[in-house]
Nanobody, 119 residues
Framework: QVQLVESGGGLVPPGGSLRLSCAASGSIFSINAMGWYRQAPGKQRELVAVIISGAGTNYADFVKGRFTISRDNHKNAVYLQMNSLNVEDTAIYYC?????????????WGQGTQVTVSS
């Protein structure tokens, strides 16, 4: 079993910043990818950013230059630094992790954390 715990969401004014955190625990042999998705009301879940082991990072076009994804391998954690937030960034943000537990590969989702950008 693998558990993901997210934190860091909240309410910020336009132009503000937030840092999201996600820590994985449990049966983890290796982590192949860690990333963040978001889902706004009435919209589909979409990729925000991802770190792929051995392959680097990818960002959605709408966050390039504003958001930065990073990873702490010792803590099995992934972070999303979000700067210059605008109202269109309002959504529930989900951590997503691809893990190999020694026997099989699995994909896991965090519980989601609300980010609201409003004046």
């Amino acid at each position: 079993q693998v558990q993901l715990v997210e934190s860091g969401g909240g309410l910020v004014p336009p132009g503000g910043s937030l840092r999201l955190s996600c820590a994985a625990s449990g049966s983890i042999f290796s982590i192949n990818a860690m990333g963040w998705y978001r889902q706004a009301p009435g919209k589909q879940r979409e990729l925000v950013a991802v770190i792929i082991s051995g392959a680097g990072t990818n960002y959605a076009d709408f966050v390039k230059g504003r958001f930065t994804i990073s990873r702490d391998n010792h803590k099995n954690a992934v972070y999303l630094q979000m700067n210059s937030l605008n109202v269109e960034d309002t959504a529930i943000y989900y951590c997503n992790v691809h893990i190999y537990d020694g026997n099989r590969r699995g994909e896991y989702w965090g519980q989601g954390t609300q980010v609201t950008v409003s004046s």
